[in-house]
């Protein structure tokens, strides 16, 4: 649907060995200023894939050379374009190696300026910019949960990102109802529990609740009652997820080497670090602690008083097929509309 179509966007996508670990990262942030005088760190981001959604914090970091940048003002970037130029890279996963230089370069289907990943997703960069903290969510997960990552981190093409969704979209994509939508619409990939969130057969066809769809600014909803009690409830239901995963006295915030980063969350000693290693999202909903569900009641609650939906689910009579019937009939009003 049109007023879904420009909120949700896909990742980067790097095809070759665009990402580097902290350590070496941080060893070319804190290297010299370049011949062309200016720091690495103007071509280095923060990167977030799957495990920042529902594991911990990555620290990986993206060679980010803007597209457009030609490969001789590359180069000036001394340290990570020499680091790309001498890469091996495994393009089918297969164990064999190439060079990485000659295989973007000689693959027709590849953007051959090899410094850059082959897909930027300039729209979505450009959403970015001044999104501040954005919603994202894993294309393949065991659940789907939602979660906001931090302001100036790129996403990769494992996940789907709604820059300017704001905790009311939250609030709805987090519900029981969208859940119902992503298990009846979502396609299941190989054994196990793994679901994969297709944007074109899930997002775009959902229809959320009639006055508060992504083509709305926020502001231009935020006087509806409907939307307060979204917020209100799915601020608590974030909270209440962070808090756990992140208990202040476990972790300390530490700021990145250089500014421009997202600060970092460390463990503050080694039974600290033991104890975070089991504190994800996918542990929290493997449990779903009373208090979990107690949070997604409310929120749930809070999303069918918006549908008008709020005096059938209190009775409980709104059933997963029910549910999947009156969002159906949504879709088709609307797509007929």
């Not at 290297?31 to 690495?40: C, E, F, Q, S």
């Not at 990943?117 to 729209?123: D, E, L, S, T, V």
């Amino acid at each position: 649907m049109n007023e879904n179509a420009s909120s949700v966007f896909i990742g980067v996508q790097q095809s070759g060995p665009l990402t580097v670990d902290r350590d070496r990262a941080v060893e070319w942030l804190r290297a010299p200023t370049n011949p062309n005088g200016v720091p690495n760190s103007a071509i280095l981001s923060a990167y977030v894939a799957t495990d920042d959604i529902v594991g911990r914090p990555s620290e990986n970091f993206l060679i980010d050379f803007p597209s457009g940048l030609g490969e001789a003002e590359a180069s000036a970037f001394e340290l990570p374009f020499e680091h790309l130029r001498a890469a091996k890279y495994d393009p089918h996963r297969d164990g064999e190696l190439v060079n990485y230089v000659d295989y973007r370069t000689d693959t027709d289907s590849q953007n051959s300026s090899w410094w850059e990943p082959h897909r930027a997703r300039p729209a979505l960069r450009n959403r970015l910019v001044n999104a501040g903290d954005y919603l994202a969510t894993a294309e393949t997960t065991e659940h789907r949960v939602f979660r906001f990552l931090p302001a100036g981190t790129v996403p990769d093409k494992s996940l789907y990102a709604f820059p300017g969704v704001g905790l009311e979209g939250f609030g709805v994509l987090q519900s029981r109802f969208h859940e119902n939508w992503c298990t009846y619409f979502g396609n299941r990939i190989g054994a196990g529990n793994q679901r994969r969130y297709n944007a074109s057969y899930v997002y775009l066809t959902f229809p959320f609740p009639e006055g508060l769809t992504p083509d709305i600014p926020t502001a231009d909803y935020a006087d509806d009652p409907r939307a307060q009690a979204i917020a209100a409830a799915a601020a608590r239901l974030n909270e209440l997820r962070e808090n756990w995963l992140n208990p202040p006295e476990l972790i300390e915030r530490v700021p990145e080497v250089v500014e421009g980063y997202p600060d970092r969350i460390l463990p503050k000693d080694e039974a600290a670090a033991k104890e975070l290693k089991k504190r994800t999202l996918t542990n929290l909903y493997n449990t779903r602690p009373a208090w979990l569900d107690h949070a997604h009641r409310a929120l749930d609650e809070a999303v069918a008083e918006a549908y008008g939906w709020g005096d059938d689910y209190r009775a409980g009579t709104l059933t997963d097929d029910e549910i999947l019937a009156r969002l159906f009939r949504l879709n088709q009003e609307r797509v007929s509309a």
